[in-house]
């Protein structure tokens, strides 16, 4: 009963003053607004990373030559990735499809066009691992494999770039001075940053190896696809052990191979993801913090210019906490509104807001949060007035003018 | 007319001080003052400025405490009470009326008149806050705020106010010294009305007419009760009749 008489008298107090209410509520308007059009913006990149992940293959594993953990200049002792280490894969359970992977960076040339892609030389299951699908003409097969046949499957930003409009199948581009008909062209999946998937010459690793790398025997990376059904972690177990074997590691040695999983490499764009978010979030905080400060100011201003009505309360019988509370009850109210028209600006900024190749994306409980924290901001800022206000000597507060 | 048929008072103060402190000087406002007033009365309380009345209203309000002495109301002792207890008996007991009114703006006379009620957790405040506007002749301004209204008016809803919570003792605070004569008459009027219902009622005031309008008049000087002067019942209402 006397909450809501509380509310109806502060709202009547507030539109008595509308331009003051409005210029303190600012404040926290832009305050808000900002924290909820940067949680978004943040959230909007984590889900661009995390889709830009799952897009390259599920259930994946890749070995690495190196151990990061190990310096680079002691790397020079470890033992290369070879097509031993990648068949010795095959036989753990549990996995589906493993790929050796050599690349290169060389020039793809095409009469005369000529352009600078990612050479990989892999297996025919690469495509499957990765999850990549061939829009025109085919995949080479194992045989082209077996054979070091000279074909190559291009990305989709790599025809464009070499054939225009011109359909690329079963012509020949030159990579170095070695020729490759072209037998398939694939499907497109989005660029992403300084990686772009699309543009890329896929040759058989056999072919690649000996033609294009001298006959060099270590690989740049193996990947291999898990079965679905099965936990990632046994097989990453499994695949160490096996490789230290193969390595000759003693106990105590380092692995001189990295290992990483998807389910890793996504946690860590979830963990880069969520600080990249927690920063942009506190850097708004801030205004927050001067949106409260903005408050306890007029806060204080309302308590010196209603003294008088304090003390009438007073002499009628209200207590302390009366008091106390009519006044918290004012400044979560004057927060509590600017966090809601905030949320407004923000969600609206938020959707128009685009940064680079990400926008913003609202969720609940960002909306929650920050109409909790203008909640606290108005019990935090407005405790101080209020308790001057309560602590009035009704005498005295009777008889200011 | 009401008989006074308890005789206990209502209202008790036992060698009352109150000292403070003017600069260096201490100032003794109230010096051993005695007083009782029983219920049903109608007292004046008067004297000029600087005599210790106001010191001793706001110590019978329950707004100040006081450095010796007893005060017991309603058969409770208030004199060791501070703070929230005070004030509960200030909700409780005790119906101010001021010189100016001290109505809150932006509230509508039904609003102002329920406050306190909110403040005890009453009820039904809005029924009884008409029932006493009603009692004050205001049942056709209830919704009107107080800027809409003139002074009498307002008066009578501070006077609303002061009964709605059915107190111990209505305290009035020179109730007629923003008015002007007709107005102020008037203002006593209703407070004789009240009275004659039974409601005991304090007025503090400097002018002698309002004085008359009381049953007894309790003049203070230099923090003593120097007399305490009965009038009586047909002399008052002589004193209603001339205005």
């Known amino acids: ?401 | 007319m009401v008989e006074l048929k308890n005789k206990s008072a209502l209202l008790e103060i036992r060698g009352m001080v109150k000292r403070y402190m003017l600069g260096e000087t201490e100032v003794l406002a109230l010096n051993k003052v005695d007083l009782s007033i029983q219920e049903g009365d109608m007292v004046a309380i008067t004297g000029p400025s600087g005599s210790g009345k106001s010191t001793l209203m706001n110590i019978l309000g329950c707004l100040d405490d006081f450095d010796a002495g007893t005060y017991v109301i309603s058969g409770e002792d208030v004199s060791k009470l501070t703070g929230d207890k005070l004030a509960d008996i200030r909700n409780r007991l005790i119906g101010f009326v001021f010189q100016n009114f001290n109505l809150l703006p932006r509230l509508s006379a039904l609003e102002n008149v329920e406050l306190p009620l909110l403040y005890s957790a009453h009820k039904d405040a809005k029924a009884a806050a008409r029932k006493a506007l009603e009692a004050v002749g205001l049942a056709d301004r209830m919704h009107h705020e107080p800027t809409q209204l003139s002074g009498g008016q307002r008066q009578r809803v501070a006077i609303a106010r002061a009964i709605v919570t059915n107190p111990a003792i209505i305290l009035a605070d020179e109730p007629t010294g923003n008015l002007d004569s007709r107005v102020g008459k008037e203002i006593l009027d209703v407070f004789h009305k009240i009275n004659d219902q039974g409601r005991t009622i304090v007025i503090v005031t400097h002018d002698s007419n309002v004085a008359r309008h009381c049953r007894r008049e309790v003049q203070i000087r230099d923090g003593q009760i120097v007399d305490i002067i009965e009038h009586n019942r047909s002399a008052r209402q002589l004193v209603a009749q001339a205005g």
């Open chain 1, 1 to 401: 009963m006397l909450f809501w008489t509380t509310i109806k008298i502060a709202l009547r107090s507030m539109l008595a003053n509308k331009l003051r209410a409005i210029l303190t509520m600012l404040g926290m308007i832009i305050g808000v607004a900002a924290v909820i059009a940067m949680l978004a913006l943040g959230n909007g990149a984590k889900s661009r990373i995390l889709g830009w992940v799952s897009r390259m293959g599920k259930n994946t594993i890749t070995i690495f030559p190196h151990n990061p953990k190990i310096p680079p200049v002691l790397n020079g002792a470890a033992e290369p990735l070879t097509l031993g280490d990648a068949h010795a894969m095959l036989s753990i359970p549990g996995v589906k499809y493993v790929s050796p992977v050599v690349t290169s960076g060389d020039p793809v040339k095409w009469g005369t066009n000529e352009t600078y892609c990612n050479i990989i030389g892999c297996a025919s299951t690469y495509i499957i691992i990765h999850d990549f699908q061939v829009q025109s003409g085919h995949m080479f097969n194992d045989f082209d494999t077996r054979d070091r046949a000279s074909v190559a499957v291009i990305g989709p930003e790599t025809a464009t770039r070499l054939f225009g409009s011109q359909d690329p199948l079963g012509h020949t581009i030159t990579i170095s001075t070695e020729r490759f008909q072209v037998v398939g062209v694939l499907v497109p999946k989005g660029r992403h940053g300084w990686f772009d998937p699309d543009n890329q010459v896929l040759l058989p690793y056999t072919t690649a190896m000996t033609k294009l790398m001298g006959r060099a025997v270590a690989l740049n990376h193996i990947d291999m696809q898990v079965d679905h059904a099965v936990d990632l972690t046994p097989v990453q177990n499994k695949a160490e052990e096996i490789l230290r074997i193969r390595h000759s590691l003693i106990k105590g040695d380092e692995d001189d191979f990295w290992i990483s999983n998807q389910l890793q490499v996504i946690q860590m764009a979830n963990n880069i993801g969520g600080a990249f978010t927690m920063f942009l979030g506190s850097v708004a905080g801030i205004s927050l913090l001067v949106g409260g400060i903005g408050i306890m100011n007029i806060m204080l201003v309302t308590v010196t210019e209603r003294t008088r009505e304090i003390g009438i309360r007073k002499a009628i019988g209200a207590r302390r906490r009366d008091i106390l509370r009519q006044f918290l009850i004012e400044s979560v109210l004057v927060s509590l509104m600017g966090g809601l028209i905030g949320v407004a600006v923000g969600v609206v900024a938020a959707h128009y807001v685009k940064f680079r190749n990400f926008s913003g994306q609202v969720e609940p409980h960002m909306v929650i949060l920050a109409l909790s924290i203008s909640a606290a901001i108005g019990i935090f800022f407005g405790y101080y007035p209020a308790r001057r206000a309560a602590g009035l000597n009704p005498i005295e507060a009777l008889r200011y003018e």
